[in-house]
């Protein structure tokens, strides 16, 4: 009954007030990295893309923007690696470009402790049982990221966020929230092997691999 009433009622309450006073009270703060984004990227400061949140609904998320819009010649995006800039690299190292979410947080897109939203493409390549990751509001921390953030591959990120859902508690969002702090402060597992971001996923077939946009 503990479990049941946090996770659907006192889970959303603590969230949003906690997103508010941390919105608040680092306000200065981003306000600053919105100055700094403007003068060394350029606009537009934030980066929005859809993504999949609770019970498969579709939503917006905010992200400090990070990387260039540099095209190729056939006006295609350029890799990740050529557009992810020397700033924008900074604020993925200290996880300064997800502070925006605290918004999605406070209007009931996200969690502070969840699995983390993925791309709205992904929809139809889920399996019955890795949609289940969708029975909570996605988080800006979850368990898969203090196990392993990017480091780990997606089949190991699936099965930490289903086990996630079925042991969500006050305490361990308490702990997981707690344990992330000193992830963020020796940015541990920001990206991928060989990739700057977490290689995009082709559905359940391990073989096939594109980088993410953001």
């Given at each position: 009954?503990?479990?049941?009433?946090?996770?659907?009622?006192?889970?959303?309450?603590?969230?949003?007030?906690?997103?508010?006073?941390?919105?608040?009270?680092?306000?200065?703060?981003?306000?600053?990295?919105?100055?700094?984004?403007?003068?060394?990227?350029?606009?537009?400061?934030?980066?929005?893309?859809?993504?999949?949140?609770?019970?498969?609904e579709v939503f917006k998320i905010w992200k400090f923007r990070s990387m260039t819009?540099?095209?190729?010649?056939?006006?295609?995006?350029?890799?990740?690696?050529?557009?992810?800039?020397?700033?924008?690299?900074?604020?993925?190292?200290?996880?300064?470009?997800?502070?925006?979410?605290?918004?999605?947080?406070?209007?009931?897109?996200?969690?502070?402790?969840g699995p983390r939203p993925f791309i709205a493409e992904y929809a139809s390549r889920?399996?019955?049982?890795?949609?289940?990751?969708?029975?909570?509001?996605?988080?800006?921390?979850?368990?898969?990221?203090?196990?392993?953030?990017?480091?780990?591959?997606?089949?190991?990120?699936?099965?930490?966020?289903?086990?996630?859902?079925?042991?969500?508690?006050?305490?361990?969002?308490?702990?997981?929230?707690?344990?992330?702090?000193?992830?963020?402060?020796?940015?541990?597992?920001?990206?991928?092997?060989?990739?700057?971001?977490?290689?995009?996923?082709?559905?359940?077939?391990?073989?096939?691999?594109?980088?993410?946009?953001?």
């Amino acid at each position: 009954m503990y479990k049941l009433n946090y996770k659907n009622l006192w889970k959303r309450v603590f969230d949003f007030f906690v997103a508010l006073i941390i919105l608040i009270a680092f306000s200065p703060f981003l306000l600053f990295v919105m100055l700094l984004i403007k003068c060394k990227i350029g606009s537009p400061i934030f980066f929005r893309q859809d993504r999949l949140g609770y019970n498969g609904e579709v939503f917006k998320i905010w992200k400090f923007r990070s990387m260039t819009n540099c095209r190729d010649e056939k006006g295609e995006l350029r890799p990740d690696e050529y557009r992810l800039t020397r700033f924008g690299k900074f604020l993925r190292d200290w996880s300064i470009d997800e502070l925006p979410q605290l918004w999605n947080v406070v209007v009931g897109d996200m969690s502070l402790i969840g699995p983390r939203p993925f791309i709205a493409e992904y929809a139809s390549r889920y399996t019955a049982e890795q949609m289940r990751r969708h029975e909570v509001r996605p988080g800006i921390s979850g368990w898969a990221q203090i196990t392993g953030r990017n480091s780990i591959n997606w089949n190991q990120k699936f099965i930490l966020d289903v086990w996630y859902v079925d042991h969500c508690s006050l305490l361990l969002d308490l702990k997981i929230l707690f344990s992330t702090i000193p992830l963020v402060l020796l940015r541990a597992g920001i990206t991928a092997e060989n990739h700057v971001t977490m290689p995009k996923w082709k559905g359940n077939d391990p073989v096939k691999r594109e980088s993410l946009s953001e």
